[in-house]
């Protein structure tokens, strides 16, 4: 039994963090463990979850994706753009899947035709669209020009 126990905390080190997280939030939030404190914790961490899959799918081809975060921000800051301006939203949702299209076929194109290295080409590109995310807000916020 122990064998079990320790090649098991060996293998999946996070699991005991994670329940010892989940008894402290449950001890401490009321109405944690609620339909609607569950509700409102999935929907929360849905965008992210989207994120992991992917990010998990270029981890398993032996690639690194460091844009993914900025990547989020940007089409986030697209989609409401476009939202606020034509009060449609698949109208915002659409252009915020081409504008994370765009950039990841920009990040496959370097990395795959040109052969850069992914880890330095996505750091560059993080910061690209990390300034594009910025200067979209601020220009749509009458702060730039």
Do not use: E, H
Not at 57 to 66: A, E, K
Request: glycine share 12%; charged share 10%; hydrophobic share 60%.
């Amino acid at each position: 039994m122990t064998k079990r126990l320790v090649a098991f905390l060996r293998d999946m080190p996070v699991v005991p963090i994670l329940v010892i997280v989940l008894i402290y939030f449950s001890l401490t939030t009321k109405g944690f463990f609620s339909p609607l404190g569950m509700q409102s914790i999935l929907r929360d961490s849905s965008v992210l979850m989207v994120a992991a899959v992917g990010a998990t799918m270029v981890f398993l081809i032996g690639g690194i994706d460091l844009t993914v975060g900025s990547m989020i921000a940007c089409s986030g800051v697209a989609s409401a753009l476009v939202m606020r301006d034509t009060q449609n939203i698949f109208l915002g949702i659409l252009v915020g899947v081409i504008t994370g299209v765009i950039v990841g076929a920009v990040n496959g194109w370097f990395i795959g035709y040109w052969g850069l290295s992914p880890f330095i080409f996505t750091l560059a590109m993080l910061l690209v669209v990390r300034a594009m995310a910025f200067m979209i807000a601020a220009v749509s916020a009458g702060g730039g020009s």
